[in-house]
Nanobody, 126 residues
Framework: QEQLVESGGGLVQPGGSLRLSCAAAGFRLGSYSVAWFRQVPGKEREGVSCISNYDDRTYHADSVKGRFAISRDNAKNSVYLQMNSLKPEDTAVYYC???????????????????WGQGTQVTVSS
């Protein structure tokens, strides 16, 4: 069965760091673009970061540039989102998603991805 499982969310103080993990089962994640999206109640799910399956080029939303980094480890069939200098406005449920071609620029949306994880809560608060 093909599935994505996120982990690593939690409560962190402003300025702190978290690393989210997205592990795949049933398919090879290295063959797909993988994106992280986030969603808060009452708002649409927004793209945060994406790594392309063609050349591992990465794309980041303006709101997280310089603070977040996305990477993959094909040996572990996983993708990671390193989040630094966290702000209260980063509080959301974070989802990983995979598909091909997925992201080829910063203009990717939820419609470009067919595989989704269940989400992990990130709360930034003092």
């Amino acid at each position: 069965q093909e599935q994505l499982v996120e982990s690593g969310g939690g409560l962190v103080q402003p300025g702190g760091s978290l690393r989210l993990s997205c592990a795949a089962a049933g398919f090879r994640l290295g063959s797909y673009s993988v994106a992280w999206f986030r969603q808060v109640p009452g708002k649409e799910r927004e793209g945060v970061s994406c790594i392309s399956n063609y050349d591992d080029r990465t794309y980041h939303a303006d709101s997280v540039k310089g603070r977040f980094a996305i990477s993959r480890d094909n040996a572990k069939n996983s993708v990671y989102l390193q989040m630094n200098s966290l702000k209260p406005e980063d509080t959301a449920v974070y989802y990983c998603a995979a598909d091909s071609p997925g992201c080829m620029s910063t203009h990717y949306t939820t419609a470009d991805f067919g595989y989704w994880g269940q989400g992990t809560q990130v709360t930034v608060s003092s």
